[in-house]
């Protein structure tokens, strides 16, 4: 099993990439990440569609198993880097396996930034989202108690997602 984690915060080293690498950690039963695309690193090339190494990028990240996009919330969606790099992937063919939206925001307000922004675009391009997206509060991005009850409820269906796919 390949897992993935992409995230779209604007600065390099973030929470939400703190945020998305513990989630995808506790997704693949304590095996670390095989890829992590901090969007921030790529500058410029994201704007390049002929650039290669974005290409590779999407590609791989494309055929994981298990994919952990992660955004800050910007105006109740996620960020602009995000969806350069979503561009990218053709409708209903260019993800293989588990999408799982993650969002991280100030307040309680924008909860359902997740599923109103982020997962139809996720299962668009032939992600599979099982159960809903999770927002996070930036003040608790490095608390385990604001992933359990997510995780509790979602990453059984995740573990069923990944057995029938291997």
């Not at 670390?32 to 969007?39: C, G, K, N, R």
């Not at 260019?94 to 924008?110: C, E, K, N, T």
């Amino acid at each position: 099993m390949t897992t993935a984690v992409v995230v779209g915060n604007p600065r390099p080293g973030s929470r939400t990439l703190s945020a998305a690498t513990y989630l995808a950690t506790e997704l693949a039963d304590g095996r670390q990440p095989d890829l992590t695309v901090d969007l921030a690193a790529l500058g410029s090339a994201l704007l390049d569609w002929s650039d290669e190494s974005v290409g590779d990028l999407v590609t791989r990240v494309g055929a994981a198993d298990l994919v952990v996009f992660a955004s800050p919330t910007y105006k109740a969606a996620y960020t602009g880097l995000l969806k350069l790099f979503l561009d990218r992937f053709a409708g209903g063919t260019g993800l293989s396996g588990v999408a799982i939206p993650l969002m991280l925001g100030g307040s309680p307000a924008h909860s359902l930034a997740p599923e109103l922004a982020l997962r139809p675009v996720l299962t668009e391009i032939g992600g599979t989202v099982p159960g809903r997206g999770l927002y996070v509060v930036d003040t608790a991005y490095d608390d385990p108690d604001a992933y359990a009850e997510w995780l509790t409820a979602t990453k059984p269906l995740v573990s069923t997602l990944l057995k029938a796919g291997s």
